[in-house]
């Protein structure tokens, strides 16, 4: 039992958007149970004092790449747009191994965790030949280790070079294959259930990495399954010149004839839209995952969100791989929304409440998680606590929420609590080591850049331990 006591500012992120002051919150179990002034602490609860904390619904980051948490500013991927980006990355990733992986996943989470963040997407697509099969296994194990809700996809790549695809033969898997991994993965680790902490979507990579053949199969199988369907899609101008030479037709056009609209399926990034495609994705209820701190990182262009949002389309953010953002910063995600936004669409593009509401609401709605996303009694209890004492939010109390994207030093949360359990304390990881954490994730990545052959500015020396 835990108790959240004498909040200094709760913003619910409910319906009517409700903010409260001097209230405390019980959460029995998973869930809570009561928000209200004055509860007394039941006997052998947690009690948190809240006197000087921002108390907020957990985020939901809705696309990710653990795995290229490894790759962070890699020098030949430095200054380039996503073809140039991914060629000089493929190669690095064919070396890819399950002690990767795991250690990629438990540093990502770990960001995430600290970062305010209780329910993350994953989207793992790389599978190289020779390699253990069940990585995403592994991932979901490292996960659970560390506390976060998790929704992972099953990605996939089975267009290489020799069919006309971007990436090279040695990182794409048979079509066969994929699908008889993708229903395992479904039957082992998918919990329908709400409160579930681990669920399962299908994900195959983009229109320049998959057959048509592969998309349609993946969706009929996700709708057999019941699970919900995710790609890349209108990401870059280029994405979209590949897709009217190979088919004839803009990319939405292409998911559109192979059956990828509708509430089951969310695309990543959906920079380039016209106004009439962004009208049908609200038709069919798709959802899109804005991942703004990638898209400057690759040039690769600025959502029309106010235009999205004024048509009613289904937003949510996403921090996307490690490799294009170089960090997995949730709370700062919301922050480069704000600001590309108001610098792109004008001083009332989006406000700093309708961004935290889009990486709570928004995105729990995509995933199709009723339960979460906002504080009221019943819903999980995922939530996020922050000290507004801090140096770094001093002078920025007149609204305390909106302080929260527009300021601060870093964006370290002081609690993050997901399911009911504290995963995040004053400030600190509660299930896992920060320092093992990031020297173990140094020794794969100096591993995975000498087995490529990276040439860098700087010898392959991490810190010690």
Partial sequence: MLLLKDIYHLAT??????RLAGVDILVEGNSISRVEASIDPPHAAHVVDCSSMLVLPGLVNLHHHFYQTLQRNVPPAQNRKLFDWLTALYEIWAGLSVDAVRASTRLACAELLLTGCTMASDQMYIFPSGVHEELIDVEV???????IRFHPTRGSMSRGRSQGGLPPDSVVQAEKHILKDSARLVEHHHDPEPFAMTRIALAPCSPFSV?????????????????????????????????????GKRPLAVMKE???????????????????????????????AHCPT?????????????????RGVRVGLGVDGS????????????????????????????SAERVVRLATRGGADILGRDEIGSI???????????????????????DPLAAVVYAGLDHRVDYTIVNGEIAVERGKLVNGDEA???????EASVRMLELADVETPWPLRPPPR
């Fill in 141 to 147: 194990e490292a996960a659970r280790e560390l506390g």
């Fill in 376 to 398: 009221e009694v019943g819903k999980a209890a995922d939530i996020i606590a922050i000290d507004m004492s801090r140096l770094g939010y001093a002078g920025a109390f007149s």
């Fill in 294 to 310: 990638s898209n400057m990182r690759l040039s690769s262009g600025v959502a029309r969100l106010p235009e999205m949002l004024e």
């Fill in 211 to 247: 057959t048509d053949r592969l998309m349609v199969e993946t969706a009929e199988l996700a709708r057999d399954k019941g699970v919900l369907l995710h790609t890349h899609l209108a990401e870059t101008a280029d994405e979209t010149t590949y897709c009217l030479e190979m088919y």
């Fill in 258 to 288: 192979l059956g990828w609209l509708g509430r089951d399926v969310w695309f990543a990034h959906g920079i380039h839209f016209e106004s009439e495609e962004l009208a049908l994705l609200a038709e069919t209820g798709t959802g899109i």
């Fill in 436 to 442: 093992e954490i990031a020297a173990t994730a140094n």
């Fill in 323 to 350: 490799a294009s953002n170089d960090t997995s910063d949730m709370l700062g995600e919301l922050r480069s929304c704000l600001l590309v936004q108001l610098l792109t669409h004008g001083p009332d593009a989006v």
């Fill in 13 to 18: 992120m409910n319906d009517a958007g409700g």
